[in-house]
Nanobody
């Protein structure tokens, strides 16, 4: 089993920056592909970004490409999502997820473990 706990969400003005974190426990994070998803009020959960086990490969949703950066520190069993140039449409509950597969996959059904989420609210 893997437990994921997100933190770092909050309220930020449009154009601002925020970094959210996710700590994994129960299994070595370096054995897992890690991803971020988000869910806005009244909408489905959508893919944001994913990072490979070593951090050498990443993939982003078009809506956040160039503004968000996913990274990881395997020594700390932690994955990060640095968000810049935030927009009101980025407001959502941000979820961390872990995938035990071998390839990066941007689909919800691919992920085996999920955190409870951290709220990010961007004011206009």
């Amino acid at each position: 089993q893997v437990q994921l706990v997100e933190s770092g969400g909050g309220l930020v003005q449009a154009g601002g920056s925020l970094r959210v974190s996710c700590v994994a426990s129960g299994r070595t994070a370096s054995s897992l592909i890690m991803g971020w998803f988000r869910q806005a009020p009244g909408k489905g959960r959508e893919f944001v970004a994913v990072i490979s086990r070593t951090g050498g490969a990443t993939y982003y949703a078009d809506s956040v490409k160039g503004r968000f950066t996913i990274s990881r520190d395997n020594a700390k069993n932690t994955v990060y999502l640095q968000m810049t140039s935030l927009k009101p449409e980025d407001t959502a509950l941000y979820y961390c997820a872990a995938d035990s597969a071998l390839v990066l996959r941007p689909t919800l059904s691919a992920y085996d473990y999920w955190g409870r989420g951290t709220q990010v609210t961007v004011s206009s």
